[in-house]
C-alpha cells in the first residue's frame, strides 16, 4: 500500500506509520502492521495484566494512547542516538 496526505486512517496505523518515519509516497506493507500491533497489543496486555481479549472500550483507549507514547520515546531516542553518532 502507498502512504497518502489525502487518505484517512486508524489511529494506530497512523502510529506505526509515525514509528517508520513513513512519509507520503511511501509504500508500506500491511501484514508488517499486523505483526507489530498484535505484537504491542500482547506486550500490553502482559505489562497491565489483561487476559487474552481486550474487550473494554477502556482497555483499547489505554493501548492506544499507550502505542503513541512509546513510539514518540523510541523516536526520542533515536533522536539523541542519532545525535550522538553524528557527533563522533
Same mark, same amino acid.
Not at 502512504?3 to 508488517?32: H, T
Not at 497489543?41 to 489483561?50: S, T
Not at 483499547?60 to 514518540?72: C, E, I, M, N, P
Given at each position: 500500500? @502507498?502512504?497518502?496526505?489525502?487518505?484517512?486512517?486508524?489511529?494506530?496505523?497512523?502510529?506505526?506509520?509515525?514509528?517508520?518515519?513513513?512519509?507520503?509516497?511511501?509504500? &508500506?506493507?500491511?501484514?508488517?502492521? =499486523? @505483526?507489530?500491533?498484535?505484537?504491542?497489543?500482547?506486550?500490553?496486555?502482559? @505489562?497491565?495484566? @489483561?487476559?487474552?481479549?481486550?474487550?473494554?472500550?477502556?482497555?483499547?483507549?489505554?493501548?492506544?494512547?499507550?502505542?503513541?507514547? =512509546? &513510539?514518540?520515546?523510541?523516536?526520542?531516542?533515536?533522536? &539523541? =542516538?542519532?545525535?550522538?553518532? =553524528?557527533?563522533?
Amino acid at each position: 500500500m @502507498i502512504v497518502s496526505d489525502s487518505d484517512q486512517y486508524q489511529p494506530r496505523f497512523c502510529i506505526w506509520l509515525k514509528s517508520l518515519g513513513a512519509a507520503n509516497g511511501d509504500e &508500506v506493507k500491511m501484514y508488517e502492521f =499486523q @505483526i507489530w500491533a498484535s505484537s504491542k497489543a500482547e506486550e500490553f496486555k502482559k @505489562i497491565n495484566n @489483561i487476559g487474552p481479549y481486550m474487550t473494554r472500550k477502556e482497555d483499547h483507549d489505554r493501548f492506544t494512547a499507550w502505542l503513541d507514547s =512509546q &513510539v514518540t520515546e523510541e523516536i526520542a531516542r533515536r533522536g &539523541v =542516538q542519532d545525535d550522538f553518532n =553524528q557527533a563522533v
